[in-house]
Nanobody
C-alpha cells in the first residue's frame, strides 16, 4: 500500500524560503517510474496543481504562479519528493499535498505572513 507523508511546512516571511518533503513507501514498482506531483489548496479555493516531475526522465512542469520560484525534485534512492519554495508570497499560503497514482498525502500547512 502506497503511503505519502509530507513534512517541512510552517510559517515563513514574504520573500523567504521553505523546503517541503514527501517521504514515500509501499511502491510495488520502483519509485523511479512514478510521476509525482505537488498540489496546494488555499482556504475557500479548489485544490490546484503546483508542480510535476515525470518518472524515468524527470521532466518538470510548473504552474504559472510558481514558475521561477519553486523547484520540484526527487531523490530516487531515498524515495523522497521535494519542493523547494523561494521568494514566497502571502498568496502561497495553503495546505500542500504530495500526489501520485491516485494516492494523496495528508498535507502540510504553509503560511506566508509577516
Amino acid at each position: 500500500q502506497v503511503q505519502l507523508v509530507e513534512s517541512g511546512g510552517g510559517l515563513a516571511q514574504p520573500g523567504g524560503s521553505l523546503r517541503l518533503s514527501c517521504a514515500t513507501s509501499g511502491f510495488t514498482v520502483s519509485f523511479t517510474h512514478y510521476t509525482m506531483k505537488w498540489f496546494r489548496q488555499a482556504p475557500g479555493k479548489e485544490r490546484e496543481l503546483v508542480a510535476t516531475i515525470t518518472g524515468i526522465s524527470d521532466n518538470t512542469n510548473y504552474s504559472d504562479p510558481v514558475k521561477g520560484r519553486f523547484t520540484i525534485s526527487r531523490d530516487n534512492p531515498r524515495k523522497t519528493l521535494y519542493l523547494e519554495m523561494n521568494s514566497l508570497k502571502p498568496e502561497d499560503t495553503a495546505v500542500y499535498y504530495c500526489y501520485t497514482a491516485g494516492i494523496w498525502g495528508q498535507g502540510t500547512q504553509v503560511t506566508v505572513s509577516s
